[in-house]
């Protein structure tokens, strides 16, 4: 799985102009499965973004997790973190899972995660979505777990 997760103030998905979920402070988190992706693999992704320490302790170190502070994640699925555009300017996106595996991951990640955070927020797969954030730090930070 491939994500790239933002320490947010504030994120939220809109489709067809209608918000469908929004968050307060936490990660958004832009994920793609991968064709060699398994639900055990998106258990380990969920585990580690729910312990990753993104969040200023007291003394502004970096030092807490989104468990930690009680904040939000607004994860949304997003297949062309798989581009590859190194055979010229047009990206191939052939390293993303195919649609029904990335939708099924997609849904398992979710519910795994809604078992272990109390604030999950969602975008819908497949959609034309617009995501907006207010970046807090800014802090983005890349994640492959295999």
Known sequence: MIAVLQRVRQARVDIAGQTRSAIQAGLLVLVCAEPADTAAIAEKFVDKILKLRVFA??????????????????IVSQFTLAADASGGNRPSFTGAAPPELGRQLYEHVLRYARSRHPLVEQGEFGADMQVSLVNDGPVTIPLRIA
Do not use: E, F, P, T
Request: proline residues 0%.
């Open 57 to 74: 302790d007291d003394a502004g170190k970096m030092n807490r997790s989104v468990q930690d502070v009680n904040g939000g994640l607004l």
